[in-house]
T-cell receptor, first 111, second 116 residues
Framework: GENVEQHPSTLSVQEGDSAVIKCTYS??????FPWYKQELGKGPQLIID?????GEKKDQRIAVTLNKTAKHFSLHITETQPEDSAVYFC??????????FGSGTKLNVKP | GAVVSQHPSRVICKSGTSVKIECRSL??????MFWYRQFPKKSLMLMAT?????????EQGVEKDKFLINHASLTLSTLTVTSAHPEDSSFYIC????????????FGPGTRLLVL
């Protein structure tokens, strides 16, 4: 089955700096890669996703890149703000199938 | 759009009792719903996948007689933890996927279960 690895497990940045979280996957059949943000005591929220036919996608301060050959994808957050502090999960999956989640990254943005 | 609710948000019960958790898609029809369990500071562990009108598919190691899942309509799925024990205490989260959102799962806010 699919195996998704996520790094780092914790990330601390100064407000205004950029944050990068990286994930790798093992199953070349995976073609959909969402990223979720989870705040303490709440359910995960979809923040951005990318499909395998696209190499990069951007939404304001958030961007995701995908390298299908190397089987890795990354989340980039620019101009970080304290409210970006949360746990971020990457996932990999296929159409109509289940997702495999990474282990999570706790992002701390220091004011 | 794509709002998923869960009820209750938290529940405390005595050991041996059963607890039902509801998951509803509020503004879309969810052909597929997923149930996850999350331990503190850990990732989401998929328990089962349910499609409307059919039996749920459970992940390896998940007791289907203990965690009863019903997906009776396109907007409602329920998870019943039967004969709950303290080790069942956890954060249970559902997600839903509809025909208009073929690949994306939208998550509910989660239910905190504490079994005494």
């Amino acid at each position: 089955g699919e195996n998704v690895e996520q790094h780092p497990s914790t990330l601390s940045v100064q407000e205004g700096d950029s944050a990068v979280i990286k994930c790798t996957y093992s199953d070349s059949a995976s073609n959909y890669f969402p990223w979720y943000k989870q705040e303490l005591g709440k359910g995960p929220q979809l923040i951005i996703d990318i499909r395998s036919n696209v190499g990069e996608k951007k939404d304001q301060r958030i961007a995701v890149t995908l390298n299908k050959t190397a089987k890795h994808f990354s989340l980039h957050i620019t101009e970080t703000q304290p409210e970006d502090s949360a746990v971020y999960f990457c996932a990999a999956g296929t159409v109509f199938n289940k997702f495999y989640f990474g282990s999570g990254t706790k992002l701390n943005v220091k004011p | 759009g794509a709002v998923v609710s869960q009820h209750p948000s938290r529940v405390i019960c005595k050991s041996g009792t059963s607890v039902k958790i509801e998951c509803r898609s509020l503004d879309f029809q969810a052909t597929t719903m997923f149930w996850y369990r999350q331990f503190p500071k850990k990732s989401l562990m998929l328990m089962a996948t349910s499609n409307e009108g059919s039996k749920a598919t459970y992940e390896q190691g998940v007791e289907k007689d203990k965690f009863l899942i019903n997906h009776a309509s396109l907007t409602l799925s329920t998870l019943t933890v039967t004969s709950a024990h303290p080790e069942d205490s956890s954060f249970y989260i559902c997600s839903a996927r509809g025909t208009g959102y073929q690949e994306t799962q939208y998550f509910g806010p989660g239910t905190r279960l504490l079994v005494l």
